[in-house]
């Protein structure tokens, strides 16, 4: 059976290391989870708008809106303007179904969580850089309150309720492999992020949603190969998933299952020339243990390295404790 060890042993064993971090739902999962938002949605099972996300294969929200949005040019065309309005109308429903999601979900403010920032600001501060597989703002918003970690936004320039473009010139230690709530892409094809404008980001995101019909950045595909199709065409996306190929620090990996869906990041992960990986695991047992063992030596074999991987129990590390 793998062995087991805790956080602060962990940390002694590459005290003095360069440490990268890369963290998935489990660091969130306390306060979001991101993987019901269609549920949360108030799209009813069985109307036509949802059962257009089971007919495209995904649960992504853009995909649906702008699946709509061709088609109303094609009734357009056809003489058919009161379908055409309908769809539209549909159109505007899923936008406002994706706001309903979020807000349900996720907290409003930053200051929700303020009494939490501190330990999880300690957590993060082990690290030099951070990759991110979760879209929701948590990570964010610590940053905001207690770090100074860069998100290589630094060289650009104030934008109404939006501050960029991205550049890979500037300085960068926090990548969002599969994008961000508060990130859109531009006219341009640049990445700005949205900042808090007196309501909140949140508010920002919302608004920019439904009046301004566009959609986040944030890889929502179900497969490996899917996800890996949405990063490759996106430049910033694909930045962040080569910085982590190249990634040459011991990475520690927390809040994340290994699972399939996921294939492309440990691809990364086992490709790159990390020292060591530390691999946090919730709640083990010897179960659960030896199943993402085989995952990883499965991983390992395929990427032909020999990059040794340890286990520590995540809780240990007490991410969000007051």
Same mark, same amino acid.
């Given at each position: 059976?793998?062995?087991?060890?805790? !956080?602060?042993?962990?940390?002694?064993?590459? $005290?003095?290391?360069?440490?990268?971090?890369?963290?998935?739902?489990?660091?969130?999962?306390?306060?979001?989870?991101?993987?019901?938002?269609?549920?949360?949605?108030?799209?009813?099972?069985?109307?036509?708008?949802?059962?257009? +996300?089971?007919?495209?294969?995904?649960?992504?929200?853009?995909?649906?809106? %702008?699946?709509?949005?061709?088609?109303?040019?094609?009734?357009?065309?056809?003489?058919?303007?009161?379908?055409? &309005?309908?769809?539209?109308?549909?159109?505007?429903?899923?936008?406002?179904?994706?706001?309903?999601?979020?807000?349900?979900?996720?907290?409003?403010?930053?200051?929700?969580?303020?009494?939490?920032?501190?330990?999880? $600001?300690?957590?993060?501060?082990? +690290?030099?850089?951070?990759?991110?597989?979760?879209?929701?703002?948590?990570?964010?918003?610590?940053?905001?309150?207690?770090?100074?970690?860069?998100?290589?936004?630094?060289?650009?320039?104030?934008?109404?309720?939006?501050?960029?473009?991205?550049?890979?010139?500037?300085?960068?230690?926090?990548? &969002?492999?599969?994008?961000?709530?508060?990130? !859109?892409?531009?006219?341009?094809?640049?990445?700005?992020?949205?900042?808090?404008?007196?309501?909140?980001?949140?508010?920002?995101?919302?608004?920019?949603?439904?009046?301004?019909?566009?959609?986040?950045?944030?890889?929502?595909?179900?497969?490996?190969?899917?996800?890996? %199709?949405?990063?490759?065409?996106?430049?910033?996306?694909?930045?962040?998933?080569?910085?982590?190929?190249? &990634?040459?620090?011991?990475?520690?990996? !927390?809040?994340?299952?290994?699972?399939?869906?996921?294939?492309?990041?440990?691809?990364?992960?086992?490709?790159?020339?990390?020292?060591?990986?530390?691999?946090?695991?919730?709640?083990?047992?010897?179960?659960?243990?030896?199943?993402?063992?085989?995952?990883?030596?499965?991983?390992?074999?395929?990427?032909?390295?020999?990059?040794?991987?340890?286990? !520590?129990?995540?809780?240990?590390?007490?991410?969000? &404790?007051?």
């Amino acid at each position: 059976m793998p062995d087991l060890i805790d !956080f602060e042993e962990a940390l002694a064993r590459t $005290a003095d290391e360069d440490r990268a971090l890369l963290i998935g739902n489990g660091f969130s999962a306390k306060y979001f989870n991101y993987r019901d938002l269609l549920d949360k949605s108030g799209l009813e099972p069985g109307t036509p708008v949802r059962d257009l +996300f089971n007919a495209l294969g995904t649960v992504d929200f853009e995909t649906v809106v %702008r699946a709509l949005e061709a088609t109303i040019v094609v009734e357009r065309v056809y003489g058919q303007a009161d379908h055409a &309005n309908q769809i539209e109308a549909d159109a505007q429903t899923v936008r406002e179904a994706l706001v309903n999601a979020i807000s349900s979900k996720h907290p409003a403010h930053r200051d929700e969580l303020a009494f939490k920032y501190d330990s999880s $600001a300690a957590f993060l501060g082990n +690290f030099s850089t951070v990759f991110t597989l979760n879209y929701d703002l948590l990570l964010y918003w610590v940053n905001l309150e207690k770090l100074a970690l860069k998100d290589g936004f630094g060289l650009g320039k104030p934008a109404g309720s939006f501050h960029g473009p991205f550049s890979e010139e500037a300085y960068c230690h926090i990548y &969002n492999l599969h994008g961000g709530l508060h990130l !859109f892409e531009s006219g341009a094809g640049e990445i700005m992020k949205a900042v808090h404008q007196g309501a909140g980001v949140i508010a920002t995101i919302s608004k920019e949603i439904v009046e301004g019909r566009r959609f986040p950045l944030y890889v929502a595909e179900g497969t490996s190969s899917q996800k890996m %199709r949405k990063i490759n065409s996106v430049a910033y996306l694909r930045h962040c998933y080569d910085t982590l190929r190249a &990634n040459s620090a011991v990475l520690f990996v !927390f809040g994340h299952s290994a699972d399939e869906n996921d294939a492309h990041i440990y691809r990364a992960i086992f490709a790159s020339e990390a020292k060591q990986i530390f691999f946090g695991v919730f709640q083990p047992t010897d179960e659960k243990l030896k199943a993402l063992d085989g995952q990883l030596a499965k991983y390992q074999r395929t990427a032909g390295s020999t990059t040794e991987y340890v286990f !520590f129990d995540s809780e240990s590390a007490r991410v969000w &404790n007051a």
